[in-house]
């Protein structure tokens, strides 16, 4: 929707951009240090013809995550991470006075909404709520952090998964063996994840030692 497009770029990306976020399209990304990304998205809602309405959100794609999703291109390489691929995720609630519908209830109440008379002024509210939302989002990329995040019993949860697959793909690197299989041990036997997650961890643990060798025969150490 081009008239999105054009109020994010006038609104937001000359306040995302000096924060270190990158934009494509109607995305903003977010790098963090061990290769987790952030991710602020914007979708369009079509369903008023008096105003642009659209759902903003936060969400946070871990690199194991990402890989476990994208397992079959390990070794060729996975493909740049998605905000589709997100662990655990949020909606930013608009204010009443940038709400589609702000006397409404659950997920319509996410829906933010500026019209030609709004606009500026919706402007300017998104956006101080995007830079007060950032520190959260530089904490949650910390994957210790985003873990006690999914944990939480706050509603709603971010999580986009069972809280023991979350754990065992957010941690895989930081768990010794017998925690990863106290974790397993707790699923169901027949649980297909446990298969798939071992050898995807077996895959993992091998490609990580691989480019230790090489970067000590190299030098790079």
């Known amino acids: 929707m081009k008239e999105l497009s054009d109020f994010l770029k006038e609104f937001v990306?000359?306040?995302?951009?000096?924060?270190?976020?990158?934009?494509?399209?109607?995305?903003y990304r977010l790098d963090g240090d061990s290769g987790d990304?952030?991710?602020?998205?914007?979708?369009?809602?079509?369903?008023?013809?008096?105003?642009v309405v659209f759902h903003a959100r936060c969400s946070f794609v871990?690199?194991?995550?990402?890989?476990?999703?994208?397992r079959q291109h390990m070794v060729a390489g996975v493909p740049e991470a998605k905000e589709s691929g997100a662990l655990a995720s949020y909606s930013l609630m608009p204010p009443d006075s940038a709400a589609h519908a702000p006397a409404s209830s659950g997920v319509f109440r996410t829906r933010w909404a500026f019209g030609d008379r709004n606009r500026a002024e919706v402007g300017e509210v998104l956006v101080e709520a995007l830079v007060a939302e950032v520190p959260r989002i530089r904490q949650l990329l910390v994957r210790e952090n985003l873990?006690?995040?999914?944990?939480?019993?706050?509603?709603p949860s971010i999580r986009r998964r069972g809280a023991l697959?979350?754990?065992?793909?957010?941690?895989?690197?930081?768990?010794?063996?017998?925690?990863?299989?106290?974790?397993?041990?707790?699923?169901?036997?027949d649980d297909p994840f446990i298969?798939?997650?071992?050898?995807?961890?077996?895959?993992?643990?091998g490609l990580?030692?691989?480019?230790?060798?090489?970067?000590?025969?190299?030098?790079?150490?």
């Open 195 to 205: 298969e798939l997650f071992n050898r995807w961890a077996y895959m993992r643990r």
């Open 147 to 155: 873990l006690a995040a999914i944990e939480s019993p706050e509603t």
């Open 165 to 189: 697959q979350s754990e065992l793909l957010l941690m895989v690197d930081e768990y010794d063996r017998e925690r990863v299989q106290e974790l397993l041990s707790r699923m169901g036997e």
């Open 208 to 221: 990580q030692s691989g480019l230790r060798r090489s970067r000590r025969a190299s030098g790079s150490w």
């Open 37 to 51: 990304v952030a991710f602020i998205h914007f979708t369009p809602v079509r369903i008023d013809p008096h105003a």
């Open 13 to 27: 990306t000359p306040k995302l951009k000096p924060l270190g976020f990158r934009r494509k399209g109607q995305v």
């Open 62 to 70: 871990p690199e194991p995550h990402w890989q476990f999703l994208n």
